[in-house]
């Protein structure tokens, strides 16, 4: 299984809805492994599909860092939804599409989701904690939504220097990266014209 390139802000595919999964079949089985492979390789709590460059309602979750669970290490959320939420807290968030950002989010802190599992049955369960803050942050993901767009205009100038490098593709990370939108078009360009010569 290989691990794959994870997409950067501000790839259309992470802008994008994803679409819901109807069916199972080899090649989804092969995908939900190397995502978890993927997040393991880039030590990330959790992994939306379009991450990945797949428009997909599929997200992996890692649990080896929630307490008391004992249900397997990987949680596999297909087609996920929330059927309702409780409270609120604030915790701070990361992501692998935006790296060396971290930031303070309020969000309700249960919640009940609704999917299917890797095997495509569904599946109802309630969450708190950080489950919940990491479910959220997935699903925000699929309708094409990173954590920052919950900061304020003025948060959001501070870290535009850093969102410029991962749109140019001069961010560093331990993982390997998709190359960024703006650069591979203008790469594709540079090809065109050395063919042409
Ligand atoms: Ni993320």
């Known amino acids: ?9 501000d790839q259309p595919v992470l802008r994008q809805e994803t679409s819901q ?3 199972d079949s080899a090649e989804l089985q092969k995908l939900i492994k190397s995502m978890v492979i ?3 390789n880039a030590d990330g709590l959790g992994l939306a599909a379009n991450q990945v460059g797949k428009s997909l309602a599929l997200t992996v979750i890692d649990l080896k860092h929630v307490k008391d669970w004992e249900d397997g290490d990987t949680l596999v ?4 939804a929330l059927i309702g939420t409780e409270g609120e807290s604030v915790f701070e968030e990361g992501c692998l599409s935006l790296p060396g950002i971290r930031e303070e989010i309020v969000r309700p802190e249960k919640i009940g989701v609704k999917f299917l599992d890797r095997n495509l049955k569904e599946v109802e369960m309630d969450a708190d ?7 959220q942050h997935e699903i925000d993901h699929l309708h094409g939504k990173y ?20 749109m140019r ?4 990370t331990e993982y390997p990266l998709a190359p960024p939108y703006v650069q591979h078009h203008a790469v594709k360009g540079k090809v065109k014209r050395l063919r042409g010569m």
């Open 21 to 23: 999964i109807e069916d």
């Open 1 to 9: 299984m290989p691990i794959l390139p994870i997409y950067t802000f």
């Open 38 to 40: 993927t997040m393991r």
């Open 77 to 80: 959320l297909i087609n996920p």
């Open 147 to 166: 954590f920052i767009d919950y900061l304020s205009p003025f948060k959001l100038t501070l870290l535009k220097p850093k969102l410029s490098k991962m």
């Open 169 to 172: 593709g001069t961010v560093e």
């Open 129 to 135: 904690k950080i489950l919940a803050r990491i479910i």
